[in-house]
């Protein structure tokens, strides 16, 4: 047998039906789904009378239009278009039979956070989502990528989605990191070696050592912005910590299902000369904490770094540098560092799990944020709430002046009333720094949450290692 | 979408020229986030007033029609802006056919999409179902979309043109989904010999 990639592998199981064209029906073992691109699709199967096919592999949770203030409770803090929203998917939820994580239970989180804690999420599985940061759940060994709302309905009423196979990209980061950088500096490093179409046509494998020694956590942080990096899906091969990461979950399989699925899981790797149709390699040693400066993924740079001058890009990067420049508000040749900060955003599917939480409240205890900052926590989810508040991080948050919040996607987008007001500059834990993003005229930098934490005490963009180097 | 064969039921009659799709679905009702439930406001401004009260008069508001499947009406229905929130909203109510002298080109195409079929018939045979549907809710109105006919309560049938790709469509109630819906004895093999190989998914 040839030598296949575990992308091929993945696919390959999963094939129903392949046209003489190369067009494949493949099969999705997870849909993940959430109120804002469920809506259409939910009508669309009830004006044809169709079922969802499997309802036992449809998970919906509402996050994106909900609010993380305290008093969410209270319908009144939603906007009237948002409140249908939540609703809708509330009804549908309910009515199709899904497993559903509705606001009020302790789960409900960021449908990407949700998913691998309650074991949805298994190695080797098709994992789809009406949404791009789908990648996430690749740090399984899952083949897991967003998808637009006509195709949410095809997967509802034939669990099967119309797809033609991607290119293979291997990116291999080698030996290990240095203190003080974390799995989103990796993957914001890749991005910005690569730009924001490199991994078009591509579905990335992350490998090499630096990849093997981050925990399941980083390593979705890693998937999480594949996307960003233009490509269809991340993935990365499931090992020992995989497995003890999936243990016990609800939904994980138990048993002998649990010795089975083992021994299959075993078998998702790469092969010995398997073909890539492209590859980089970046040592672990040589990236740096890094933040991004301008308003694309790409527009990364080490934090020890300047911001750049549009003459020092190409083509049409030159104009686009100007732009973002204006857009930020800065000018070419300043220290990063001396960027000043009014909000601090930790929180979303990229940074919103405890190992997060817990790498920001390393560098906040004891301190007090500066005076004028706006800064909150949002937790991925109930349950990493439920984990930081017994663990005594929620009383550092709180003790340091942060905002201590419930699960959603609150910050990352503007969508729901956490938004910044224009001007407004924010260091972020998320993935996105489009325009816009946060909120209209709103400024946002991407960071690691230990560099969040440590912006929210000093008011500027500020070198980790230099700043708390016994915490790095 | 839902197959069309053959239906039966009470047809309302709209002997009116030029239904517009404003008519059919006004504006403000273009803001939903759904497709469906628009068939409450399905012509809202003839229905219900200003305030929300229904207006007696109109067809769909009378006892015999309130559940009606067809709508027989005047010359160049659909007419207007080609918002598919009008197929959406008859569809939604419970329309299955319309039946008119003539439809606009784009709400024709549109009911096609969403499971609604449209009958062209000259005017007299549009005057004779007419006369049928103004019987109310015991005269029954067949359309067969097989034969290619419509038939009257008392018995009388004509024939009707369709298109034989859009009658195919129609008829196995194909379209995205339901191409690959064809495929469901693929995914059921698949599903099982899934079931075996990694049960526990
Ligand atoms: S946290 Fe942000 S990126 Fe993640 S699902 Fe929510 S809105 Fe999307």
Redesign the interface.
């Known amino acids: 047998m040839t030598a296949r990639t575990l992308y091929d592998k993945i696919w390959d ?1 999963h094939v ?2 392949q046209a003489d064209d190369g067009t494949c ?1 493949l ?1 999705i ?1 997870r849909h993940l789904v959430h109120e804002v691109t469920s ?2 699709a939910f ?2 199967l ?5 079922k969802v ?1 499997a309802p036992e ?1 449809t998970i919906a949770v509402p996050d994106h239009n909900v609010p993380t203030t305290l008093d969410r409770a209270n319908a009144a803090t939603m906007t009237e ?1 948002s409140r ?2 939540v609703e ?1 998917l509330d009804k549908n939820a309910r009515d199709f039979g899904l497993h559903y994580y509705p606001v009020s239970d302790v789960r409900q989180g960021i449908v990407h956070i949700v998913g691998p804690e309650q074991g949805w999420t ?1 190695p ?2 098709t994992v789809v989502c009406g949404d791009s940061h789908t990648a996430t759940h690749g740090a399984f060994g899952s083949l897991a990528h967003g998808i637009g709302t ?1 195709e949410v ?2 997967v509802l ?4 989605l ?1 797809q033609r196979k991607a290119k293979n990209f291997k990116v291999e980061i080698t030996g290990s990191l240095r203190p003080g950088v974390t799995a989103k500096d990796i993957t914001m490093s890749v991005i910005g070696q690569t730009g924001t179409a490199g991994g078009t046509g591509y579905v990335i494998e992350y490998c090499g050592q630096a990849i093997r020694e981050l925990s399941m956590e980083g390593r979705m942080t890693v998937c999480n912005m594949a996307i960003e990096g233009g490509a269809r899906a991340g993935l990365i091969a499931p090992d020992e910590k995989t497995f003890a990461y999936c243990m016990g979950r609800p939904h ?2 138990k048993g002998a ?2 010795e ?2 083992l021994t ?1 899981w075993k078998t998702l790797f790469t092969d010995e000369g398997a073909h890539f149709d492209k590859v980089i390699t970046i040592k672990g040693e040589d990236i740096a904490p890094v933040v991004t400066w301008g308003t694309s993924p790409e527009d990364v740079l080490p934090i020890d770094g300047v911001v750049p001058s549009p003459s020092d890009f190409k083509g049409g990067k030159v104009e686009a540098a100007q732009r973002s420049l204006d857009y930020m508000g800065l000018t070419p040749g300043m220290k990063l560092t001396d960027i000043k900060i009014d909000t601090v955003f930790i929180g979303s599917c990229t940074n919103g799990r405890i190992e997060d939480l817990r790498a920001a409240a390393a560098i906040l205890k004891g301190q007090k944020i500066k005076a004028g900052m706006r800064a909150m926590v949002v937790p991925g989810s109930g349950l990493v709430r439920a984990q930081a508040e017994e663990e005594g991080l929620a009383q550092i948050f709180l003790d340091a002046g942060f905002e201590w919040r419930l699960a959603g996607c609150s910050m990352c987008l503007a969508m729901n009333p956490d938004q910044l007001a224009p001007g407004e500059r924010c260091a972020a834990t998320s993935n996105r720094n489009f325009e816009g993003r946060q909120g209209r005229g709103g400024r946002t930098h991407l960071l690691s949450p230990a560099m969040a934490a440590a912006a929210a005490i000093t008011g500027h963009l500020t070198d980790i290692r230099e700043f708390a180097p016994e915490h790095v | 979408m839902e197959k069309f064969t053959k239906l039966t039921g009470v047809a309302a009659p709209m002997p009116l020229v030029n239904i517009d799709t404003d008519m059919i679905i006004p504006k403000q009702f273009l803001k939903t986030i759904k497709r469906s439930g628009l068939g409450a406001n399905l012509f809202d401004e003839m229905r219900f007033t200003l305030d929300g009260q229904e207006i007696p008069d109109f067809v769909l508001n009378q006892p015999a029609y309130r559940r009606a499947e067809i709508i027989v009406a005047g010359d160049n229905f659909g007419c207007g802006s080609s918002r598919e929130h009008a197929p959406w909203a008859l569809l939604d109510f419970g329309i299955r056919a319309v039946i008119a002298t003539s439809f606009a080109d784009i709400f024709y195409n549109n009911c096609f999409k969403n499971g609604i079929l449209p009958i062209v018939l000259p005017e007299d045979v549009v005057a004779i179902m007419m006369e049928d549907a103004q019987r109310g809710e015991n005269a029954r109105i067949t359309v067969d979309l097989t034969d290619q006919t419509v038939t009257t309560s008392d018995g009388q049938s004509f024939p009707f043109e369709v298109d034989a790709f859009k009658k195919h469509c129609m008829m196995n109630g194909l379209d995205d989904i339901g191409l690959t819906m064809e495929k469901a004895a693929n995914i059921d093999t698949y599903e099982a010999k899934a079931a075996t190989a990694r049960p526990w998914v």
């Open positions: 199981d129903v039906h029906l099969y073992d809506p259409q009508e669309g009830r004006m044809t009378g169709r096919r592999k278009d249908i929203q809708a298994l080797g599985m006509s309905e095809h009423a034939t669990q099967t119309i994980a399989p299902a649990w089975a699925a299959y």
